[in-house]
């Protein structure tokens, strides 16, 4: 059994980034690489993920603009906000932080964000382009699984993935991104039935639906991959994932822990997709970070 290290590949990956960056700033002078992130209100879980991103950017050398916003903002309100960022030659990409305040539509605030700097690939044109299989700014945790599985030279191609969770953040990308490798995708959910039947079946098993140690050895495979994309907490309050990982950990070739597995790649991957971004915005090839 092989524990795959988010941490490792995330810090691999991000001075690879680090290294584009000041490689760019070299060739372009003043132009810079940007990064907005829109906060409205004062949710604590959003404060830490928003302290996240901007403590990423300063890492790898990255511009960051952090734009704070009253819980009662309007939505004109926020709407000028990404009118103005999309029109603004320094933000390379921007993300509006969720969950939004519940007065605010956030699927109509998401879609004003300009495709091409829509680098949480929440927009429904950067989804389209996902789903037609053509280049694309993808969802941050899906892309950040499967970089895992690359950095680790797990195949994919015609293995059976099975993918528990639907949600538009994580398990639709996630599945049409394994389904691009060639991977024969089953999607789960909440209605399935003979749910455990079928993750046996799997090959590569992703687990992203929010409830603590769900998935069960009985569950899994012999051999197969286990990637656990869950934050829960147990029944002590201490930070588990989706996957009963000491109870399944044994029968895997390969799995997330949780800490310390798909999480550190999702910050890396919004750098990633930004720097990305700001290529496609210069008309400058496209690279793998």
């Not at 990637?227 to 009963?244: A, H, P, Q, T």
């Amino acid at each position: 059994m092989q524990i795959i290290d988010g941490k490792l590949v995330a810090a691999t990956l991000r001075a690879k980034i680090a290294e584009e960056i000041k490689a760019l700033a070299a060739q372009n002078g003043s132009k810079k690489i940007g990064l907005a992130v829109i906060l409205v209100g004062e949710d604590p879980a959003s404060q830490v993920y928003v302290r996240n991103k901007i403590k990423a950017c300063e890492e790898v050398g990255m511009y960051s603009r952090l734009v704070k916003l009253p819980a009662d903002s309007t939505f004109e309100r926020v709407a000028d906000e990404i009118a103005a960022l999309n029109a603004d030659p320094d933000i390379s990409g921007m993300i509006l932080q969720l969950p939004l305040p519940k007065h605010l539509s956030e699927e109509k605030l998401i879609d004003l964000i300009a495709s091409e700097k829509d680098v949480d690939g929440c927009t429904y044109g950067q989804k389209g382009r996902l789903w037609t299989g053509r280049d694309s700014l993808v969802a941050c945790t899906p892309l950040g699984v499967m970089r895992l599985l690359e950095y680790y030279n797990i195949p994919l191609e015609g293995k059976h993935a099975v993918v528990i969770g639907r949600s538009n953040l994580v398990g639709k990308p996630l599945a049409q991104l394994l389904l691009n490798k060639n991977c024969t995708v089953t999607i789960c959910h909440s209605r399935t039935r003979d749910l455990a039947e079928i993750t046996r079946q799997a090959d590569i098993l992703c687990v992203a639906i929010g409830r603590a140690k769900f998935v069960t050895a009985d569950m899994v495979k012999q051999g197969a991959v286990v990637i656990d994309v869950g934050m829960d907490r147990d029944e002590n309050g201490k930070l588990c994932g989706d996957v009963d990982f000491a109870g399944v950990a044994d029968k895997c070739s390969y799995i997330t822990p949780v800490p310390g597995g798909v999480g550190p790649m999702t910050v890396t991957m919004l750098i990633s997709n930004t720097l990305d971004a700001y290529r496609a915005q210069n008309g400058i090839p496209r690279k793998d970070a």
